[in-house]
């Protein structure tokens, strides 16, 4: 016990120290959990004043409070039960802590960003009546010492749903406004994007005033062209709604936009990874110039298992005909050609003059 208080008086003796880092740094020697308290001990039993600079840490947990009072304020209209806290330090103070460390042999003590990242944590937690996790927080604090500033973000939602599209005309995706390609300019009022209306602005709106996000991703499971309509029980989509405030926040489960109706919305934990496979029935009506026969029909059995492409935009994008094609002659110039066709999310419906279920 001995050399260990030598080594006590040894180091305050050469340092001046902050209560918090005198605790932290001669736990060890003391065999107590670090503290302000111990550290306030045993600067009085050596006769060391605490209102000194602290050689390590500049006094820096003086100045939390009012770090903390700012996240505070950014994050009062936040819906969070959980957060996480990444601290950004100048090196110096980590160094001056080191060679602390390595001159008296201190092993096995927490570091002074722990020490720091520990006290504001358990300031955070009882005042917003939430709990620090490592592993996806709702709320995420980055605080930077080098600039004394901070800043926030929360984690997306995921949302699933399906639209169906009841007038032609809307096309699904917004499209990047041509004057200034994404940048923004005055033509698009500095949003990058062409005034037209799409599906996707339209569910964007929705869910960004619904949670109080800034943005939405959405992926499309397949797509249609801006005059076919989608029928049946709608197309699928995901949505992820990036730094959303109000995560508690209801989401009924259907919902009439202009044009558009949404339907089995709801909240997901995740959004599933990769592409998804989904099967689509595909009915075309053909209006022919000739009248047709049913031998003529019986010639085009060759189109099973062949490769369909997409004529209308991007003739890389085909899908294969299924087995269960059907061919039906409806009258003298019109016959109709119906098949289920295995889509992936990248893949479009590409007939535009035809009315297609997805
Ligand atoms: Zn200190
Ligand atoms: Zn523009």
Known sequence: MKSEYVKISKILKNYDLCE????????????????????????????KSSNTKCYVCKNIFENLDSMLSNIFEKSSNIDF???????????????????????????????????????????????????????DPELFIQVNFKDESSTIRT????????????????????????????????????????????????????????FEGNQVKINWIGGEDQSSLVLGNGRP?????????????????????????LSELRKILVQPKGSIPFKSKVSIIIDTEKPILLTHLKKLDVLENTKIHDLSKDKKKSYQTNLSDTLQKISKNLFSFRFISRWWNSYQIFYPKFGCNP
């Open 155 to 210: 984690k997306p939602i995921f949302v699933y749903g399906r639209y169906n599209k009841k007038i032609r005309k809307i096309r699904q995706k917004r499209m990047s406004c041509k004057s200034c390609n994404d940048i923004g300019c005055h033509n698009c009022n500095f949003r990058g994007l062409e005034n037209t209306e799409s599906i996707e602005d339209k569910i964007s709106n929705l869910l960004i005033k619904k």
């Open 20 to 47: 918090y880092c005198t605790g932290r740094l001669i736990s060890k020697l003391v065999g107590k959990q670090s503290s302000k308290l111990v550290g306030t001990k045993y600067l009085k039993k050596f006769g």
């Open 81 to 135: 039960k959980t957060f996480n806290l990444g601290l950004i330090l100048k090196n110096s103070f980590l160094e001056r802590d080191d060679l602390i460390k390595s001159k008296f042999k201190i092993k096995g003590i927490e570091n002074l960003k722990f020490s720091i990242s520990s006290e504001m944590t358990k300031k955070i937690s009882r005042k917003t009546k939430s709990k620090r996790i490592m592993n």
């Open 237 to 261: 989509f995901f949505a992820k709604i990036l730094n959303p405030k109000k995560r508690n926040r209801i989401l009924r489960k259907s919902s009439n936009l202009e044009g558009i109706s």
